[in-house]
Every structure is written in structure tokens, then in C-alpha cells.
DNA sequence: CTGCCTGTGTGTGTTTGCGAACATACTTAT
DNA sequence: ATAAGTATGTTCGCAAACACACACAGGCAG
């Protein structure tokens, strides 16, 4: 399945201002290229810049033990990176990498708290995106709970499909086994059977989703569950 | 008999308020008795009411099919229920019931709106705590990945003994299960273990904290990373 | 006193996932 | 061409937790 071309302004916070509003922020927005693996932020740094992610694709990931982190949220084009400045503080508990290589918004922390205080719109636009991450999050802890291997290997990779607008991405198994909190092993045995029931492909770090109807059957409920909240 | 003016304010938002601005959404604040059990809202529900516990305890649980539910959150005095309405939202994603009897203030959705609009320290207060939430259920989503029961038992605990500033509450192995997303079995050969250990003592839905330092030794990490955002 | 309900202790067999390897491949650099 | 590095496939033994089930004990109601 091809997905149609994106707009210039594929992010919905942004999106959803009025066109004198944007205009007005416009001005602080300027257009980065995230590359995969960049760091954003570790947990506890200060916030210099927030994110407004078009094409590009961010992980929020809670550490624990100093060796092993979990992702606990994903930020497409639907929200954005950096949201604690929001609430009224400096620093992001989560530490913070580009999942998928792509485009993004740069704004600087203290024009962001301008425009948030000046713009009821943007403020609002955050509060929603704040309620689905927080909904998210939740709902992500209770399925790493709750599911097995592979049913969240479905999900993670219609999320990212969902946010990345593309059934194609460059991800090792390596890569997924950290996201996923689980074995390297584990993720290839996963992958391995949804790759036997023709729903992926993969090879080299490599995915491509072919049946994203059987994957969405192969994933668990979160995944439906998460996926109207994102239709905001 | 109402002694609001003169009744201890153990909220810790309500505390942060000065002394005018909580003259001024005093008169909105019913105190309220809330009892073990009880549910203030089912995922989906409108918001009516949020609530400002002084010593009730709060659980905040995510559902997942139809038959389990997770614990997500915790809310004792440092927090309030039904804080999504502070983001522009009338409904809550999370099956929120009562863990431990005690009081609260209640207000109603409108005031509570108008409060927020019109009292900048609220409004942080509320930031800072949505900000300290956020984290808690990230942190929370880790630890259900990676520790141990008895490790997450122990935790649980010693954050329900915080908030609801107590070593002795009333609670069965079998809610205990249902907060941890475990078995009642599970529960009862950790809880036997940390009895053994001369940390705890129960009986029949009675659980008290005997050794609070060596239970702290008996958790993981994940309880000394929220306990410092609880204070503040 | 008796019976019933609730709460706790325990056991068996199974599943999931772990840690730690080792075995292959494919890709790139020398 | 050879070597080194990276990505995937597979195995073994083990620990945690599961589902299901049953036993027993405290406490309350009749």
C-alpha cells in the first residue's frame, strides 16, 4: 500500500494554529533534519529546543538499572518533543532519541513559552497532546504487562507505520529488542513467525510491512486502542 | 459540622495556594469521606468531580481486556483525581477507584475550571503535578517490565505508606494482585517472603510495615526515583 | 455450635522469556 | 581476495510467573 505525499506542514500541533497565528510563530520555527540514533535529551537536561516532528520520528524512553531503558512513549507528527516546558519545567525525565531519521520544527525553549502563553489555540493543542501522550503511556505500561513478544512487535510497528506514513523502515532487530525491553533473540523469533505469515519482510535492518491488516490482527488491542487517540 | 477555615489543609495544591486565592475557591471545595472501593470514574466518563485528597489514596488503573487492569498511578496528597480536565478534557482515560479510605476535598468541574483559569499558582501547582504524574507512570511502566514481584510488592508499599502516611492499611492479596497485574499466588509468596524477613506482617486483609528501611532495601530503584519527585 | 465465606498457603504442570552462547550469512574495508 | 564487522537464526538450561486447583484457617451469621 503506497501512502499519499505529505504537506509542508505535516505536524498537527502546528497545523492545527490559525494561519495568523502561524505566521506568528513562524518567525521561531526553524526547519532541522533529525538523523537516527540522535540523542535529543538525556533524562534531566535542561530543554533548549522543542521538537515539532514532520516526517521525522522520536522515542521517550524511561531508564532504570543505568543498563536497560524502556520505551514508554512515540511522538510522530502528532505531538511534539520537549512538552515538560509546558508544564512549567526546564527538564524531560525521558531521555529522548530519533527513532526514524526525518524533518522536523526547532523552536527555542523561551519563544515556545512566548507563543504558548500568547496562543490559546497552541495551548490547547498541547493540552490534547499532553492527555493522548499521558493516555499512551498508560496504555503502553499495561501491554508490556499484559502481552506477549510478539503481539507488542505488531503494534510498535504499526505505531511507527502510523507515524512514519510509510510501511518501510531501516530498523535492526537489535534496535527493536531496546525498544521493546526484551532479548535481541526474542524480537528475531517474533519477527521470524510474523515474517512466515507474509504480514513483514525484513532483512539488514531492513522492515517492510506487507499485510498491515494481518499485523493489526497479529497485534494486540492496545494498538486500536491507541490508534483513535491519534486521530486528533 | 463544616470548619473549613480551620480544617488542615494536607493537599499539598491546595497548599500551595496563598492564603487569598484559597479563600477563593474555598467556597467551592465540599470535603468528602471516600470509601475503599469506591469508583470515581470508569475510563471514558465524564469529569463531574476532581478530588484533592488529604489522607484518601487514589489508584489511577489503565484497562486492557475487558478482565485485567493495571495500576498506573497512585494518588495521595501531593496530587489530585480528575486532572484531565485541566487539560481541556471532560473525560478521563483511566478507571480511577478509591485504594484507601480516608478524606478529600471535591469540587466541581466548572469551578475547578474557573479556579485554573483564573489562578496562575494553581495553574502550576497542577503543571508541576501533571509533570510529576507523567513521570510516575513512566516510571511505573518500566518497573512492571523488569523487576521482580516481590521487588514491585515492596515498592508498592512503601508509596502507599507515603501518601497515605501510615504503616498499617487494610488490603488483601487479592487487590494487591489486581494493583500489580499479577496473580493472588504471585502475591502471596512474595508477601510470605517479605514477612519471613521480618519486613511486613498480615493477616486477613491487614498488612502493616514493620521494617520500613529494610523494605526500602527489599525495592527497586524505581521507589527511591519517585519518592524524590513526591516531594514537592 | 455449625456452616459459610473470605483470606491465605501450597502444589503441579506449562509457558514465556532470560542469559549466554554459537552458527551463519551479508556488507564493507583493506 | 581476505578480513572484519554487522545482522539474523538457533540452541540450551534456567527462572519467573502463569493457570488451575485444592487445602485450611479465621471470623461472622444463623
Redesign the pocket.
Known amino acids: 500500500m503506497l501512502m499519499k505525499s505529505r504537506a509542508p506542514i505535516a505536524n498537527s500541533l502546528l497545523a492545527a494554529l490559525s494561519h495568523a497565528e502561524f505566521q506568528r510563530i513562524l518567525v521561531d520555527l526553524t526547519p532541522v533534519t533529525l538523523k537516527f540514533g540522535e540523542v535529543l535529551y538525556e533524562p534531566g537536561d535542561a530543554i533548549n529546543y522543542v521538537y515539532f516532528p514532520n516526517d521525522a520520528l522520536i522515542s521517550l524512553l524511561t531508564q532504570v538499572d543505568q543498563n536497560?531503558a524502556l520505551e514508554v512513549g512515540m511522538v510522530g507528527r502528532e505531538g511534539m518533543a520537549g512538552i515538560a516546558l509546558a508544564l512549567d519545567m526546564g527538564t524531560t525525565p525521558f531521555r529522548t532519541i530519533v527513532q526514524g531519521g526525518g524533518t522536523a520544527f526547532r523552536m527555542e525553549h523561551a519563544p515556545f513559552r512566548n507563543a504558548l502563553a500568547r496562543s490559546l489555540p497552541l495551548q490547547h493543542a498541547v493540552h490534547l497532546y499532553l492527555y493522548a501522550l499521558l493516555t499512551q503511556i498508560a496504555q503502553t505500561a499495561a501491554c508490556n504487562r499484559f502481552?506477549?513478544?510478539?503481539a507488542?512487535l505488531a503494534r510498535w510497528l504499526l505505531m511507527t507505520r502510523d507515524r512514519a506514513c510509510s510501511n518501510h523502515f531501516q530498523l535492526?532487530?537489535?534496535f527493536l529488542a531496546h525498544m521493546l525491553?526484551?532479548?535481541?533473540?526474542?524480537v528475531?523469533?517474533?519477527?521470524?513467525e510474523l515474517?512466515n505469515r507474509q504480514l513483514i519482510n525484513?532483512?539488514?535492518?531492513?522492515?517492510e510491512i506487507i499485510d498491515a491488516g494481518g499485523l493489526e490482527a497479529a497485534a494486540c488491542s492496545c494498538y486500536e486502542v491507541g490508534k483513535t487517540k491519534l486521530i486528533s
Chains 1, 2 share one sequence.
Do not use: L, P
Not at 147 to 150: A, I, K, S, W, Y
Not at 181 to 186: D, E, L, P, Q, T
Not at 202 to 207: L, N, V
Open positions: 536497560s502481552h506477549v513478544v510478539e507488542r535492526t532487530h537489535e525491553g526484551v532479548r535481541r533473540a526474542g528475531t523469533k517474533a519477527a521470524y515474517k525484513y532483512s539488514r535492518g531492513h522492515i
